[in-house]
């Protein structure tokens, strides 16, 4: 699982049969920075497309899951889908000695 912020909604008229009814969403991934607090991720990948399965809204930081999890959490496991958003952070406390 990897942590995001989610900064905008994707709109597709015409895709997969299976997404239809499925809300998608543009998630920039998060990582820890050196005072403790969550930021913009540097490193590789830094935005995904992914299945909102919370109701999740523009600038919430959320949990998603990649790969097969994402499929079967959607509830369609045959579903083409890559980044399923399954939880809204509250908070998230990270120890500033780890992260350098």
Do not use: Q, W, Y
């Not at 008229?13 to 913009?40: A, E, N, Q, Y």
Request: with cysteine; hydrophobic share 40%.
């Amino acid at each position: 699982m990897k942590l995001g912020r989610v900064v905008g909604n994707v709109v597709a008229t015409r895709k997969d049969d299976r997404l239809i009814g499925h809300k998608l969403l543009i998630v920039r991934l998060l990582s820890p920075k050196g005072d403790g607090d969550l930021g913009p991720s540097v490193k590789g990948e830094n935005f995904i497309i992914a299945v909102d399965m919370v109701g999740a809204g523009i600038g919430e930081d959320v949990i998603v899951c990649s790969g097969s999890s994402a499929a079967k959490s959607s509830g369609v496991p045959d579903a083409p889908i890559d980044g399923a958003i399954v939880g809204i952070v509250d908070s998230a406390d990270v120890d500033p000695r780890e992260v350098g």
